[in-house]
């Protein structure tokens, strides 16, 4: 029932958004998010666009697992 | 166009220095239970368990929303469909859920009016295209669904509909966590559902953690997502801590997603619920409000009193708390299959036995 891969928001009118999941468009309820944006990526599910990914803390999640990496490889 | 980020949290180099990880700092055997079935089937399509320690026990919990609906549910849902007048609205996991007698797709292929939705919304659609017709929604889920099911019965309020009901068999996730550590369940730490978790927020687990002093990591679906909450949950059970990491924080925030939230409370009140296989949960279903009742299909049409217990043979309740796995099931694979299944965690996607019977060929770790 979830989409677990973020879409990219293509368009908004009203409620009704468009998503562009790898090159396949399709359109969405947008009443349960606030401040969406198009070029935003969304988590969908069942028809409803339901949170904005934050780009700024996937980068942050990425470093912090790098950084184990470094220094797990720095003690190896 | 794909989310760019997302090649790292699959990176198998990556997940390579994760595992290596939790080997280094897994001392004790720990069972970490994956709430939410999209996990379970996520942990098998990535080889998860290859990549632990024996130390490493994963058991799933009552996270499929179709796993946990209670007998009776699934029988009034059969019963609304045998309503005259009626079309009944489903999402597709629900059809093959063996009722006392009967199934939804049993009921399509007598006749009934059965049919399947990718969302809430196309239930709606189908009331204002069929005037003359009653649609009845199936609505099974947890906070994820819920406020979206809630959403169409805000609209079908704003349009005045007359013909549009929702049968609510909702449930909420902390609540069923909260009784299953009051079991005699052995549970190390919670590895917590990403998109419940983004609708209730992170928050809404520190009463959880500071309970049970259990340590909790909200997790994503990536393999590497899975790995670093498993990582952090191991080091909080090492170092002797229970907290609650966040490691999905691109999706989920402290608070969630406040608009969904208010749609839930706007329209749903709390009550008590019962759950397949663990019995009455305080608190732990919603129940359409009185301002909306007209939409409320357990009170527009009636149906008959509770007639039965769960299938016989079927141990879907060890399962949902965790305390076995589907090969312990003496009907696995022998007389319960996808194609002919006696419970309904063989029937859902999401479900644990059908992960298993689907995957198990996959398993090489000895439990
Ligand atoms: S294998 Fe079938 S009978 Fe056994 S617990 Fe799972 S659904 Fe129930």
């Known amino acids: 029932m979830c989409l677990a891969i973020p879409s990219k928001i293509v368009d908004i009118q009203g409620v009704v958004g468009t998503i562009d999941l790898e090159g396949v468009t399709r359109t969405i309820n947008m009443a349960l998010l606030e401040n969406a944006r198009v070029g935003d990526y969304v988590l969908v599910h069942a028809g409803f666009a339901i949170s904005v990914i934050d780009e700024a803390e996937a980068a942050q999640s990425l470093d912090l697992i790098r950084e184990l990496a470094e220094a797990s490889l720095a003690e190896g | ?367």
Request: glycine share 8%; aromatic share 8%; charged share 20%.
């Open chain 2, 1 to 367: 166009m794909s989310y760019q980020n997302l090649d790292s949290f699959r990176d198998p180099e990556v997940a390579k220095t994760l595992s290596g990880l939790i080997a280094e700092s897994c001392q004790s055997p720990m069972r970490i239970m994956e709430v939410c079935g999209t996990h379970t089937v996520s942990i098998f399509r990535n080889g998860i368990r290859d990549m632990l320690p024996q130390d490493i026990t994963l058991v799933s919990g009552p996270g499929c929303p179709v796993c946990v609906t209670d007998q009776k549910e699934i029988d009034d849902f059969i019963q609304l469909a045998r309503k005259k007048n009626v079309i009944l609205a489903t999402f597709g996991d629900l059809m093959r859920v063996p009722g006392t007698q009967s199934s939804l797709q049993k009921q399509r292929a007598q006749g009934r009016k059965v049919k399947v939705v990718y969302s809430a919304f196309d239930a709606l659609t189908l009331a204002a295209q069929n005037p003359k017709k009653k649609i009845v929604f199936c609505g099974v889920g947890f906070e994820t669904t819920a406020p979206t099911v809630g959403a169409c019965i805000l609209e079908a309020h704003r349009q005045g509909l007359k013909n549009f009901f929702v049968y609510s068999a909702h449930k909420t996730v902390p609540p069923a966590l909260d009784a299953l550590m009051s079991m005699d369940t052995v549970i190390d730490g919670f590895m917590m559902p990403g998109h419940v978790s983004v609708i209730i927020g992170a928050d809404a687990y520190l009463p959880l953690v500071e309970k049970f002093a259990i340590p909790c990591a909200i997790a994503g679906f990536e393999p590497n997502d899975i790995l670093a909450s498993i990582l952090t949950l191991v080091q909080q059970k090492e170092a002797g801590e229970s907290k609650l990491e966040n490691t999905y924080s691109r999706a989920v925030s402290p608070e969630g997603n406040k608009k969904a939230r208010e749609v839930m409370e706007q329209v749903f009140d709390k009550v008590d619920a019962s759950w397949r296989g663990l019995g009455v949960i305080p608190g732990s279903g919603l129940s359409i409000r009185e301002e909306f009742e007209r939409f409320d299909a357990s009170k527009a049409f009636e149906l008959p009193p509770a007639r039965s217990a769960a299938p016989k043979g079927c141990i879907c309740g060890a399962i949902l708390t965790g305390k076995k796995i589907p090969p312990q099931c003496p009907k696995y694979k022998i007389e319960c299959t996808p194609t002919d299944p006696l419970g309904p965690c063989m029937v859902s996607s999401e479900g644990t036995c059908a992960a298993y019977y689907r995957y198990h060929g996959a398993i090489t770790k000895v439990y």
